[in-house]
C-alpha cells in the first residue's frame, strides 16, 4: 500500500437536490455529511466518482 498515491477528499456541499447519479458517486466515496473528510486511494474507479461530482467535492493529495 505505500506505492498507491492516496487522496483526502471532502464533501463541501449538500447532495441534497442533485443528480441520482452523482448522490451515489459521493456515497460510493464514503460520503454522508457535508464538511466530511476521507481518505482513499486514488485509483481509477475512485477518480472517476470525484470526475463525476467534482463541484461537490474538495480534493487533496495526502502526502
Known sequence: ????KQI???LTKSIF???KG?????NGLGLRKPHQSVV??????N???V???????KV???A
Open 22 to 26: 452523482h448522490k451515489e458517486c459521493v
Open 47 to 49: 477518480l472517476g466518482m
Open 17 to 19: 437536490g442533485r443528480v
Open 51 to 57: 470526475n463525476k461530482a467534482y463541484y461537490l467535492l
Open 1 to 4: 500500500m505505500s506505492n498507491t
Open 8 to 10: 483526502k477528499v471532502t
Open 40 to 45: 482513499i486511494p486514488a485509483t481509477p474507479e
Open 60 to 62: 487533496e493529495e495526502v
